[in-house]
């Protein structure tokens, strides 16, 4: 099996060279408008979660998205608050957006899209134009193109070709030839490229800066300088081009059950000593759930859990409320497809922490700001379904009807 391969520098001797070099840079402008989206966070992210898509947070064979769903339940009840979510994908901007059509994807923080070429921040995904021109470095993708006129090399579709990223087919066989080549053909041209072949078919040719874990070290780099280095990291992928990640320093690693066997690979040769990765049991997502499990790194009871509300209460004795709403969401899914027993005991001990939440809320307004929330929730909560099987429970009008 054919490893990622790189060409010149180590990766490790290569971050330090890539901090050297644009370290000048980020003590001139590490406020940008674009990386500004970060201020939503006080201080440091409690933990950041940088994922690849396909395979990895996205399980393709799970036609429900029932891992992802899961996760997300997870992520939004316990981390959106105070932590990060990055997607480090190959997928283009354009192909990102038609599978966020597709899939129940969450809104990440940061967006790491084209192996590692293009970085966006926030819902709007601002892009870190600084990271752009620090890659325009011995680049040239009209070279790239014009060189490329092997037999066994097939251009990807157009929605793949990026301005840092020049993308092939080929298959196994021809795979180390063609790097070779084209590695030798580039440097003469006087290019300084890095090559990665990925997925058993995925060749891909960039800029020698480029890369998953140089884009993430760069990030990292700029929450550093902001004050906000991230508690913890963890990175998460499937294939060749997710090796980068796990070479960043001091970062924590899960291989999803279903890596290729490519990345496994590269595990066994580079990494498998290493206590910070591990390579989980689970597929997709749940891999990542497993993961945060495993390293201690916070809750890992997802609210979606069939018996979640028990155990999430076991697991986090400190109640929040965005909590609390992503359970009531979660059993109501369930409720409508009548898969919850006793749904009405789970439903009221949900309520019931709502609304004293919003009564200890309403006893610390001054001007009454809150007055009359309370006694609002139980008419929400009290739903009828149209045309269907219903159900319907009367939650009670106050805090001290559910004492």
Known sequence: ?????FFSLSLSSYLLLCFKQFSSTLLHDTRSVAFRSMDRLSGPARIMVVSDLDRTMVDHDDPENLSLLRFNALWEAHY?????????????????????????????????????????????????????HFLNQKWDRNIVEEVSNLPYLQFQSETA??????????????????????STTLEKRGLDVKIVYSSGVDLDVLPRGAGKGQALAYVLKKLSSDGKTPLGVLVCGDSGNDA????????????????????IEWHEKNAKE?????????RCADGIVQAIRHFG???STSPRSVVAYAEGNKENENFTPACEVVKFYSMYERWCRADVGDSERHILDITRNLVCYIAQMESLSTHGVLRGQASMLHRDCTTTIQGRRTRVIHLGSSASDMA
């Open 1 to 5: 099996m054919l490893p990622v391969l």
């Open 80 to 132: 959106r608050h105070d932590s990060l979510l990055v997607f480090s994908s190959g997928r283009s901007f354009v192909d990102y957006k038609k599978l966020r059509e597709e899939k129940p994807l969450l809104t990440p923080d940061i967006t790491i899209m084209s192996v590692g070429t293009e970085i966006a921040y926030g819902e709007d995904m601002l892009p870190d134009d600084d990271w752009e």
């Open 161 to 182: 070709q990026r301005p840092y990223k020049v993308s092939f087919k080929v298959e196994k066989e021809h795979a180390q030839e063609a790097i070779t080549t084209l």
């Open 244 to 263: 980068d990640l796990f070479s960043v320093p001091d970062v924590y690693g899960v291989l999803v059950s279903n890596a290729l066997e490519e990345l």
């Open 274 to 282: 290493n206590p910070k990765i591990i390579h989980a049991t689970e």
């Open 297 to 299: 790194l916070g809750i």
